[in-house]
């Protein structure tokens, strides 16, 4: 079973899935879906086109140059087959994958560890660019708190209160139902 790879968005392409347009000159494309086909048809540079993988190769988003990609080249010399090379070609290809992936992880660190300064520049841009929205508030702050504490203590105080006239309603009910029952007898 060989994979191929979606002429436009680099992705691999299943047998039995996807398009093949062969054009006049013999060249085989191999499309993934309907979206890629349609987009090469629109003669669409799949480098300017966003989420396919030149895109992100030509914007320097994913690893463009490393020597595990000398693995994935077509190979259309025929071997004869060997139990034992063939066990040592899976165990190197997955070998291969892992040291593939944490290359990829280390470059996306380092990408990040960039964009994480950045990030904070054009943060630190936009509050001096809208500082007057956020000034009276900071001005205001002092007299803010200072009327969340006062209106707390308000809230305070009016409970306290309420409980008080509470008790105080409920001594002259007994002490009327009391009074109410010494007459009776």
Not at 12 to 29: E, L, V
Not at 32 to 44: A, P, Q
Not at 55 to 83: C, I
Not at 98 to 115: G, L, Q, V
Request: hydrophobic content about 35%; proline content about 3%; some cysteine.
């Amino acid at each position: 079973m060989r994979v191929a790879t979606c002429y436009f968005c680099s992705s691999p392409c299943y047998p039995g899935h996807g398009i093949t347009f062969i054009r006049n000159d013999s060249k085989q494309f191999r499309f993934c879906r309907s979206k890629c086909h349609r987009n090469f048809n629109k003669k669409r540079n799949p480098r300017k086109v966003a989420w396919t993988k030149a895109y992100r190769k030509t914007r320097g988003k994913e690893l463009a140059v490393d020597s595990t990609f000398e693995f994935e080249k077509r190979r259309n010399r025929p071997v004869k087959y060997d139990r034992h090379l063939v066990g040592k070609t899976i165990a190197a290809m997955k070998r291969v994958r892992e040291i593939k992936e944490t290359r990829e992880e280390r470059f996306f660190a380092n990408r990040m560890k960039d964009a994480k300064k950045v990030k904070k520049e054009q943060v630190r841009v936009e509050i001096e660019k809208s500082i007057e929205i956020l000034a009276p508030a900071v001005a205001n702050r002092e007299e803010v708190m200072r009327n969340v504490v006062v209106s707390a203590k308000e809230r305070i105080a009016a409970r306290k209160r309420q409980k008080e006239v509470g008790l105080v309603a409920k001594q002259r009910k007994a002490a009327a139902a009391g009074g109410d029952e010494m007459d009776e007898s």
